[in-house]
T-cell receptor
């Protein structure tokens, strides 16, 4: 059981570039989410999904897109990267839903120059 | 929306001493309060949680207390060990999790 996996581990982008952060889980969890972690601000919810084909916005969704075509995968897309998106990104999954225990991946550290 | 404040932001303790981290929340409807531990270079991991119908919960050296009237909850770590050094996050939940800003705990041998 690999749990929640994320790729890449590190990424450097130039302003305006696009990229996709990958997330996969092998626990058959219905609920998946993306958070960003910035110093002193804890983890803030970007987008979440309660099942394949269903996504919704979290607290800080602007500049990010998501889709959920399978139970296992939940990629996060940055359409036009900005320096304000420099952060550590965590994907999480849960069998209980958005309000309960989350299993987090190891994170992707993104720097936008 | 929910707002969670966490204090202190850093905490240095001597090995064997106790550590206490406190969080306050704003939404009285919140009913689930987890604590996560994040080690360097890793994702957060749930260490203990409490629901609103319980005032205190213990698991070996860690305990969480909840005061719903005052809207605050705390994490207590007793007999601290070097492996307790990490960043700890509290969260409150009504529909979705809202996290506090984190506490960096350093246990000095």
């Amino acid at each position: 059981n690999a749990g929640v996996t994320q790729t890449p581990k590190f990424q450097v982008l130039k302003t305006g570039q696009s990229m996709t952060l990958q997330c996969a889980q092998d626990m058959n969890h219905e609920y998946m989410s993306w958070y960003r972690q910035d110093p002193g601000m804890g983890l803030r919810l970007i987008h979440y999904s309660v099942g394949a084909g269903i996504t919704d916005q979290g607290e800080v969704p602007n500049g990010y897109n998501v889709s959920r075509s399978t139970t296992e995968d939940f990629p996060l897309r940055l359409l036009s990267a900005a320096p304000s998106q420099t952060s550590v990104y965590f994907c999480a999954s849960s069998s209980s839903g958005p309000a309960y225990e989350q299993y987090f991946g190891p994170g992707t550290r993104l720097t936008v120059t | 929306g929910e707002n969670v404040e966490q204090h202190p932001s850093t905490l240095s303790v001597q090995e064997g001493d106790s550590a206490v981290i406190k969080c306050t929340y704003s939404d009285s409807a919140s009913n689930y309060f987890p604590w996560y531990k994040q080690e360097l270079g890793k994702g957060p991991q749930l260490i203990i949680d409490i629901r609103s119908n319980v005032g205190e919960k213990k698991d070996q050296r860690i305990a969480v207390t909840l005061n719903k009237t005052a809207k605050h909850f705390s994490l207590h770590i007793t007999e601290t060990q070097p492996e307790d050094s990490a960043v700890y996050f509290c969260a409150a939940s009504w529909g979705k999790l809202t996290f506090g800003g984190g506490t960096r705990v350093l246990v000095k041998p």
